[in-house]
């Protein structure tokens, strides 16, 4: 997992440490994690809706522009029309490289949003309530939290204190304030921070290494159909790059080595996410 974090780290500019703690706090680092109580999936734990407007917004410029195409804007919503298209796009929530490095992007679309709220740099912790309650969210949760810290959060945030009553109530069912709430977070960021990990050592930070993964567009294949209905085959991807189709792993064959761990089996879910994936020659 370290190195998908550290690539994503360098090619989005957001801080591996920061990208590292935020994986433990939501799946504990295991890319095959599924919430039970929303659509929440993979390393860094996407809801759809967010999965796909990240990729839409970012997919082009890190290497996924196949999958950015494929995604049309409707009601100023992410969609996709095709629903095998669909399907393959939200398997790809169960790619730590994929999942990594739009949490990447995330991240510094987060930062921008909270700095124009806090007037500063966020720190970690409020960087993650962004992740958690989404920018507005987490822009709305700050500042009542600067005027009021014994307000009750759940009556601000009904929606997330539902999905996670864990966070917003104590163990007797008492709401817990907003004071309450950023102290319980802040000491879990704490903690993943704490729990620390190094770029691993084979990383190579060189530029040329550093882009690599965005540089290979597996995203583009044969069957991946843009808005505009046409197919985006390799081979024109292969010409841009240089590089013929057949020598970039595919991002089945990489979810695949993700999990292919001794014998332990594939989730259930992720081989459906990998069978999806490999139908459509992706």
């Not at 939200?90 to 994929?98: C, G, Q, R, S």
């Amino acid at each position: 997992m370290a190195g998908a974090i550290a690539r994503a780290a360098e090619a989005t500019g957001a801080d591996f440490d920061y990208l590292l703690a935020q994986a433990r706090l939501e799946s504990a680092l295991d890319p095959a994690a599924r919430a039970r109580t929303s659509s929440a999936e993979g390393l860094y734990q996407f809801i759809d809706s967010t999965w796909l407007s990240t990729l839409d917004r970012h997919g082009e410029r890190l290497g996924y522009a196949g999958v950015a195409g494929a995604i049309e804007t409707r009601g100023g919503r992410s969609a996709v029309s095709d629903p095998a298209n669909a399907a393959a796009i939200m398997a790809l929530k169960f790619d730590p490289h994929a999942s990594a490095m739009m949490a990447g992007a995330l991240a510094q679309d987060n930062r921008a949003q909270l700095m124009n709220v806090l007037g500063r740099e966020p720190d970690a912790t409020e960087l993650y309530m962004a992740h958690f309650l989404g920018a507005a969210g987490a822009g709305r949760f700050l500042t009542a939290l600067a005027q009021d810290p014994t307000a009750a959060a759940a009556a601000l945030m009904p929606q997330a204190a539902s999905a996670n009553r864990s966070i917003f109530y104590g163990p007797g069912g008492a709401s817990r304030s907003l004071g309450e709430v950023m102290g319980l977070m802040r000491g879990r960021m704490q903690t993943a921070m704490a729990a620390g990990g190094a770029l691993p050592s084979s990383f190579d930070s060189s530029p040329s290494a550093r882009f690599a993964s965005a540089a290979r567009d597996w995203a583009s294949p044969a069957g991946m159909t843009g808005t505009g209905g046409a197919r985006l085959g390799v081979g024109a991807v292969a010409g841009a790059q240089g590089a013929p189709p057949q020598q970039r792993p595919s991002m089945a064959d990489l979810l695949h080595a993700s999990f292919a761990t001794g014998d332990r089996p594939m989730p259930a879910h992720v081989r459906g996410a990998y069978d999806r994936l490999k139908a459509m020659n992706l």
